[in-house]
């Protein structure tokens, strides 16, 4: 996959020392990662880095407590990317490192990987320089992790680099001896609580430390103690805390380590040993008699070197071959969280790339109640899921029929059978088949309507009663109400819940070859009509968000049907007779429209444009996705869209404030006269009497059930 730089391996020898000595070798580290961390780097990339792929600072930890036989390993969690000292396990070592994470799998193949382990590595170079690894010398460790994240499939690309600096001047040391074969038992403990009182003073397990022996007593130092420590002698004992547990070969840090050791003292240095201090725990008891010591007896000169060393480090893979590896975690991971994170992803692309200030969190939070779960409901379903919304109620008394599949697109031929499932149930568990990660639900419900007479049985009233209080419920638990159904009547009783309640309502209504899609006026807690109204005349620019009008606002007479139900309707009145792709545009219109009202600044009470001005993006009914509008009335024989703004109606049958008013005060009574006594709303608006003082103006009420062959 990747360019092979053998130059920038490196691996332990296996030929044994002898007594007389050997060039040094050291065990490289093996990388660790756990699972946490790819799930960490996946929510930093979506949220944090996105198209940033700078170096990012993270933490890995290695532990000197290792068995014989099992690999050194370097580590890397959940945790890397915010860890503190404070919270390490005993015998554990923190390491700083840097993190590279591409943006595309060819930028993680053709990065110029010798520059970038040079970056590290000059990092680790000046801190020796500068002495600064003298106070911190977790420093010399540092580390580079080289990523590459395939959010879709969850394949994990990476390649670790654990920078070693080297010249031609090989370190060469004697064959290492156990300390339990050099000290004596005492000397041992000792040893142990000398690292424990180090441990103490500094607030954490040493990685590094001098160790002095006078006589039988044994003590440790920080490094910054050289001078004072060492200040009579020229014989030299280091330690540093050893991952390796292979017993005649050190770890890795003792690499940087000796780098350090040359730079600043090596011109002070006689002889040098070295402990490889190695804490383990064995039957329940505490063993560092396995640790080794090393006499060092040609120490590489790094004094003389004024740019950075050459370099080594790159991890070999299992097959010991310079490429990187990849973890594939989409077997492993939750199904129904890999596909909440992959609609999650595919809408923070479009964040970073082209609308930034979206606030996607707003979208997925809205809970939206679907009245109706037809043709468009299904659509508008559809539409939310795509635009990460996470809570969808379906509402509807029908079956599925066998007309149904091939439009509405949550249902199948087999959902037809035996008398066709009831639409809502069926549609949520569609939804939920489809998206998993969905809170989503059906309810069967019959909404009263206008004109639908009741009559006076006692249980029939209270079947509508409760009809009603289910419906106020599901006001009450949504933020957003989508009117989708088939009939005027029907979108009566939610468009005056929704003013009353003061919710959203969008509504999308179809025509053979036109549909319309609106957003109701939403009702302000404490409606000044008066003052509104005369903002909108001397503006003469915007209708404010609670003067725009509702779907029933520009009728002039109230919903309803007086002689006929629904049933009694003619087969091409009982359906939506439209051209088919009508539905489709309508509702993902509808879906948009509530999108862009959700990111308006005012919400659902965002002002109307009058102006015909198409400067979008430079006014006040802007959002980060463009113009909110009142009204979108599409006419297809002229493929044309147009977007209307129309007031507030004060003798609206659905939301004035008279019919709010009554609602709010005598409730279901009031909404019994509705259902019973034809006119009731129009006497109850003043319409009766607005069209009794139109004189020279014929006003004609036309029903789709109504047909007059003699008609002109």
């Given at each position: 996959m990747l360019a092979d730089t053998t130059e920038l391996a490196m691996d332990v020898n296996k030929m044994a020392m002898t007594e007389e000595g050997q060039i040094l070798q050291f065990v490289p580290f093996a990388s660790a990662i756990e699972v946490g961390f790819w799930h960490k780097l996946t929510r930093k990339k979506l949220e944090e880095f996105k198209l940033d792929d700078s170096a990012r600072n993270i933490i890995g930890s290695y532990s000197n407590n290792g068995f014989n036989g099992l690999p050194s390993?370097?580590?890397?969690?959940?945790?890397?990317?915010?860890?503190?000292?404070?919270?390490?396990?005993?015998?554990?070592?923190?390491?700083?490192?840097?993190?590279?994470?591409?943006?595309?799998?060819?930028?993680?193949?053709?990065c110029d990987k010798k520059e970038i382990i040079k970056e590290v590595s000059n990092q680790i170079w000046q801190s020796i320089q500068s002495g600064e690894a003298i106070k911190n010398p977790s420093l010399i460790g540092r580390f580079l992790l080289l990523t590459f994240a395939d959010l879709k499939k969850y394949h994990y690309y990476y390649w670790f680099a654990f920078p070693a600096l080297i010249i031609e001047q090989n370190a060469t040391a004697k064959k290492p001896v156990k300390v339990s074969d050099k000290f004596s038992t005492e000397q041992i403990q000792m040893l142990q609580n000398s690292y424990d009182d180090l441990a103490k003073r500094i607030g954490h397990d040493p990685g590094y430390f001098l160790v002095q022996r006078i006589d039988d007593s044994i003590s440790l130092a920080e490094l910054a103690d050289f001078d004072v420590f060492f200040k009579d002698t020229d014989e030299v004992t280091v330690g540093f805390s050893d991952p390796s547990n292979l017993d005649e070969y050190p770890g890795w840090p003792l690499r940087n380590f000796l780098a350090l050791i040359s730079f600043h003292w090596g011109a002070k240095i006689k002889k040098l040993e070295v402990l490889c201090y190695r804490d383990r725990v064995r039957d329940g008891k505490r063993d560092v008699g396995h640790s080794l010591l090393l006499d060092i007896e040609a120490l590489p000169d790094f004094r003389s070197c004024t740019d950075l060393p050459r370099v080594v480090g790159w991890e070999k893979n299992e097959k010991q071959k310079m490429i990187p590896r990849m973890?594939?975690?989409?077997?492993?991971?939750?199904?129904?969280?890999?596909?909440?994170s992959a609609v999650d992803l595919n809408l923070k692309l479009m964040r970073w790339r082209l609308v930034p200030e979206i606030d996607l969190e707003l979208?997925?939070?809205?809970?939206?109640?679907?009245?109706?779960?037809?043709?468009?409901?299904?659509?508008?379903?559809?539409?939310?899921?795509?635009?990460?919304?996470?809570?969808?109620?379906?509402?509807?008394?029908?079956?599925?029929?066998?007309?149904?599949?091939?439009?509405?697109?949550?249902?199948?031929?087999?959902?037809?059978?035996?008398?066709?499932?009831?639409?809502?149930?069926?549609?949520?568990?569609?939804?939920?088949?489809?998206?998993?990660?969905?809170?989503?639900?059906?309810?069967?419900?019959?909404?009263?309507?206008?004109?639908?007479?009741?009559?006076?049985?006692?249980?029939?009233?209270?079947?509508?009663?409760?009809?009603?209080?289910?419906?106020?419920?599901?006001?009450?638990?949504?933020?957003?109400?989508?009117?989708?159904?088939?009939?005027?009547?029907?979108?009566?009783?939610?468009?005056?819940?929704?003013?009353?309640?003061?919710?959203?309502?969008?509504?999308a209504a179809l025509g053979f070859d036109t549909f319309m899609v609106m957003r109701h006026g939403l009702k302000r807690?404490?409606?000044?009509?008066?003052?509104?109204?005369?903002?909108?005349?001397?503006?003469?620019?915007?209708?404010?968000?609670?003067?725009?009008?509702?779907?029933?606002?520009?009728?002039?007479?109230?919903?309803?049907?007086?002689?006929?139900?629904?049933?009694?309707?003619?087969?091409?009145?009982?359906?939506?007779?439209?051209?088919?792709?009508?539905?489709?545009?309508?509702?993902?219109?509808?879906?948009?429209?509530l999108v862009s009202v959700l990111q308006h600044k005012e919400g659902g009470y965002a002002a109307a444009d009058t102006s015909g001005s198409e400067?979008?993006?430079?006014?006040?009914?802007?959002?980060?996705?463009?113009?909110?509008?009142?009204?979108?009335?599409?006419?297809?024989?002229?493929?044309?869209?147009?977007?209307?703004?129309?007031?507030a109606f004060n003798c609206c049958t659905a939301c004035s404030d008279i019919v709010v008013k009554a609602y709010n005060e005598n409730g279901f009574e009031f909404l019994l006269k509705v259902f019973n006594v034809p006119k009731y709303l129009e006497d109850c608006t003043g319409l009766t009497k607005l069209q009794e003082s139109t004189l020279e103006t014929?006003?004609?009420?036309?029903?789709?059930?109504?047909?007059?062959e003699n008609a002109d």
């Open positions: 390993h370097l580590s890397v969690d959940y945790d890397s990317f915010e860890h503190s000292a404070s919270v390490m396990a005993p015998r554990n070592f923190l390491v700083e490192g840097s993190l590279l994470n591409k943006n595309t799998m060819d930028d993680f193949k053709t973890v594939n975690l989409s077997a492993t991971m939750d199904p129904v969280k890999l596909a909440e979208i997925s939070t809205t809970r939206c109640l679907l009245l109706g779960s037809g043709t468009l409901g299904c659509n508008v379903a559809r539409n939310l899921m795509g635009w990460g919304v996470r809570k969808i109620t379906f509402v509807d008394n029908s079956r599925i029929s066998y007309s149904n599949p091939v439009r509405q697109t949550l249902f199948e031929f087999e959902d037809c059978k035996n008398g066709g499932k009831k639409k809502a149930k069926a549609a949520a568990e569609s939804l939920k088949r489809i998206f998993p990660g969905i809170d989503t639900r059906g309810i069967e419900l019959t909404i009263p309507m206008p004109g639908h007479s009741v009559g006076s049985s006692e249980d029939e009233i209270n079947r509508i009663r409760k009809d009603v209080e289910a419906l106020e419920t599901l006001f009450d638990e949504h933020d957003v109400i989508f009117l989708l159904m088939d009939t005027r009547e029907s979108r009566w009783l939610p468009t005056l819940l929704g003013a009353a309640k003061r919710k959203i309502i969008i509504n807690e404490s409606s000044d009509t008066e003052s509104s109204a005369l903002e909108v005349s001397q503006k003469k620019l915007e209708i404010p968000g609670d003067r725009l009008g509702c779907y029933f606002c520009s009728d002039v007479v109230a919903p309803g049907d007086v002689s006929k139900s629904t049933r009694d309707r003619t087969l091409d009145q009982q359906c939506t007779v439209s051209r088919p792709g009508i539905s489709m545009m309508a509702s993902a219109l509808a879906v948009e429209l400067d979008y993006f430079d006014n006040d009914f802007a959002t980060p996705l463009g113009m909110v509008p009142h009204q979108i009335r599409a006419f297809m024989s002229r493929f044309q869209l147009l977007t209307p703004v129309s007031l014929e006003i004609i009420e036309w029903s789709d059930d109504d047909f007059d």
